[in-house]
């Protein structure tokens, strides 16, 4: 069940996310297919998708942690709201939700790999659709970036 709210939580986040930045709804609709991927392999007990979602999301929250530093402006204004009632930016309010999402997501995903006992093989697979979605991802931030 874990899976599906995070997916669910995370394309949330890039929905708001492509409504306040029209510039980014290429980017978006093209990352969403990742999670759809997700969605549809590790319901099938894949270990493409649990690696698709273990890794994909560990990468996006690294990336927004340590180098773009939304998180930290997403819950600066998690906090403004809270105290005051009114938010400055929007933006990396989502980022801060897409990273729970991503959070639980990571959990969900590596517990259900882990628990199937996983050989040579899946590990494997595991880290070859990891690896292939990482490739799509930068991809797509290459190609459909806002210039």
């Known amino acids: 069940m ?22 980014l709804r290429v980017l978006h609709v093209l990352q969403a297919l990742i999670y759809v991927a997700i969605l549809v392999l590790a319901g099938r007990n894949s270990p493409w998708g649990f690696g698709i979602g273990v890794m994909v999301p560990t990468a996006w929250n690294c990336l927004n942690l340590f180098v773009t530093h939304l998180f930290q402006k997403g819950a ?20 801060l939700v897409g990273g729970v999402a991503h959070l639980l ?17 899946q590990w494997g697979k595991f880290l070859g659709g990891g ?13 459909a970036r806002p210039r």
Request: with cysteine; proline share 6%; hydrophobic share 60%.
């Open 105 to 121: 997501l990571i959990i969900a995903c590596l517990t259900a790999f882990l628990q199937q006992g996983p050989g040579e093989r």
């Open 2 to 23: 874990s899976i599906p709210l995070g997916v669910g939580l995370f394309l949330f986040a890039l929905a708001g996310s492509a409504f306040l930045v029209p510039q």
């Open 76 to 95: 600066v204004q998690f906090w403004s709201l809270a105290h005051t009632g009114h938010v400055g930016q929007r933006g990396p309010m989502l980022v």
């Open 131 to 143: 690896f292939l979605a990482l490739g799509y991802l930068v991809l797509i931030i290459a190609i």
